[in-house]
């Protein structure tokens, strides 16, 4: 399921408090993606 554009922008946004647990929670199955995508270079 695709996270919605909003969860790239919670740094962006001052009114919106994220904690880190919640920030990476959403973030490692982003940066596994992306981490993988750039190893198969």
Request: a negative charge.
């Amino acid at each position: 399921e695709e996270l919605p554009s909003e969860a790239l922008q919670w740094e962006g946004k001052p009114g919106v408090v994220v904690s880190k647990e919640e920030q990476m929670e959403h973030g490692n199955a982003h940066l596994a993606n992306l981490k993988s995508f750039l190893k198969k270079d």
